[in-house]
């Protein structure tokens, strides 16, 4: 019996050594691949999709799990291990591996065919391989098995027991005092001036300062790295290798930095995970929901507070001279603008919010078969104007934004929205048991908050189940009240309200 357990911990290192594999090649495909390369790539992709595959749903490993769950004499950090793989072992055992290669394929041309129709703003052609990808997540719902909506089954992936039910609770709320505090704002408020932000800023420059934003926060370059790509995203190629990708507008410096900061929130968390848990199911976030709380609280109660511009606003105008004019407060009101606006990743706090509820509303109907994915141009316009009072002028702007569907990550979103709330109530435990963390900032300091982040997330890794894992940082359930605390004191006082 010894032995099941040794010999269950090389299987699990033999799937992570070919995750690794698989990363490092999703990263190349999506940063460096020449234009040539991706047809080939997509087969690589599939059959290496297909090895890992196999070998997570194989009776071996179907064996050692059920030994090891008889077992009473396993550690804590082991008994995590078997409970978060055999989840995920009987949840994959139900689709056909080959089925899964077909997918895997599929999905790395679907998202070449998303980067090409994006840069063109042309739906129709992705609108096929956007079928495929929802046929496919569809089929996988009803392997998987869900108790009401298939859309549940999706989630699961991302949010370990949310269900559709229960994101609509949590929506209802937050929307009923979101939307006429931004009408409350915009009308009664003082919009901050942001004329001196306005102007050409190199690519070059901005990687400069994405680069010091992320040394001061405690990104580790000798464990990563930072590269450009059409929708920034963060990924673990292995132990020790945490990367970064970003993307540069030239003319705002603002939306390359905070992309920035929010991938190096992932990354931190990654990078944070101890090394006793690599290759054993739990060296990843809790969900995706806990991992965005990272990305949204160094992006936004980090990087847009008034005590980061305190420090930052030296570095700021070392690197783009025309902001020495500007004090920390104005760059800090500059940077908070509320504005409904296109473009997720640009949102501001207080709308952001709005914009996950839109792709929650689409992609669940997608789902269940309410919507068909030709009808998408549309029904997003027609949400965007009814959510933001907004209408994108064209594709790229608007449903073609994302690279999420492109991939088949149904359920993905909620998670920010999720992260949202999540920072929230965490940022507010820290600076309760901090008392001087924002002073800190203010004099470039953020070992703080990044070692109490490390105390309470990121050393567990998967150890616990997301809402267990913040009633244990936080000593309470979620609440979304931290949120709507935060963004109504934090802008009703920049707007002068």
């Known amino acids: 019996m010894s032995d099941t357990l040794s010999l269950y911990k090389k299987h699990l290192r033999e799937i992570g050594k070919l995750n690794s594999s698989l990363s490092l090649l999703h990263w190349d495909q999506r940063t460096h691949l020449p234009e040539k390369g991706h047809s080939a790539r997509a087969e690589v992709i599939g059959k290496l999709s297909k090895m890992i595959f196999e070998l997570s749903i194989s009776d071996e490993l179907g064996r050692y799990l059920e030994e090891l769950e008889e077992r009473d004499d396993l550690s804590e950090r082991d008994r995590a291990s078997v409970r978060v793989v055999g989840r995920e072992y009987r949840r994959y055992r139900a689709i056909p591996p080959d089925l899964f290669e077909e997918f895997s394929i599929a999905r790395a041309e679907s998202e070449t065919a998303w980067e090409k129709a994006r840069a063109a703003s042309d739906f129709a052609s992705f609108l096929p ?67 001196f932000t306005r102007g050409k800023f190199p690519a070059e420059k901005q990687r400069e300062l994405s680069r010091r934003a992320l040394e001061a926060i405690g990104y580790d370059f000798t464990a990563g790295r930072l590269d450009t790509t059409v ?34 929130g992932h990354a931190l968390y990654d990078q944070g995970i101890p090394d006793e848990l690599r290759w054993t199911g739990l060296d990843d976030g809790a969900s995706m929901g806990i991992h965005e ?118 359920g993905y979103f909620p998670s920010y929205m999720l992260g949202n709330l999540y920072a929230a109530q965490l940022f507010a435990k820290a600076k309760q048991e901090i008392p001087d963390l924002e002073e800190r900032f203010a004099k470039g300091d953020f070992s703080p908050l ?17 809402i267990d894992l913040l009633k244990e940082a936080t000593g309470e359930e979620p609440d979304s009240g931290y949120f709507i605390n935060y963004v109504v004191q934090k802008y009703s006082e920049i707007y002068g309200l």
């Open 293 to 410: 709380s990272q990305s949204r609280m160094w992006e936004n109660m980090v990087g847009r507070s008034l005590p980061f511009w305190r420090f930052f606003s030296p570095i700021i105008s070392e690197v783009f001279p025309q902001f020495a004019a500007a004090s920390p407060e104005e760059i800090y009101r500059a940077v908070n603008v509320v504005e409904p606006s296109l473009i997720r990743v640009e949102a501001d706090e207080v709308t952001y919010n709005l914009h996950i509820m839109l792709r929650f509303e689409l992609e669940e109907g997608l789902i269940n078969g309410r919507i068909a994915a030709k009808d998408l141009p549309e029904l997003w316009n027609e949400a965007m104007e009814r959510y933001l009072g907004v209408v994108p002028p064209d594709d790229a702007h608007g449903v073609l934004q994302d690279v999420h569907w492109s991939g088949g990550m149904f």
């Open 450 to 466: 990044l070692s109490w982040l490390r105390d309470k997330i990121h050393r567990y890794g998967r150890i616990y189940d997301p």
């Open 129 to 195: 391989h956007l079928e495929k990808m929802v046929d496919y997540s569809r089929r996988f719902a009803e392997y998987f098995g869900y108790s009401e909506n298939p859309y549940d089954a999706l989630i699961e992936e991302y949010e370990p027991g949310m269900t559709t039910a229960q994101l609509r609770e949590i929506i209802a709320p937050l929307k009923d005092k979101l939307a006429p505090f931004i009408k409350h704002l915009v009308d009664e408020g003082t919009r901050p001036h942001t004329e």
């Open 231 to 264: 929708h920034p995203f963060t990924i673990t190629t292995g132990p020790g290798d945490v990367r970064i990708t970003t993307r540069f507008l030239e003319d705002d410096p603002f939306s390359g930095l905070y992309s920035s900061m929010h991938e190096g």
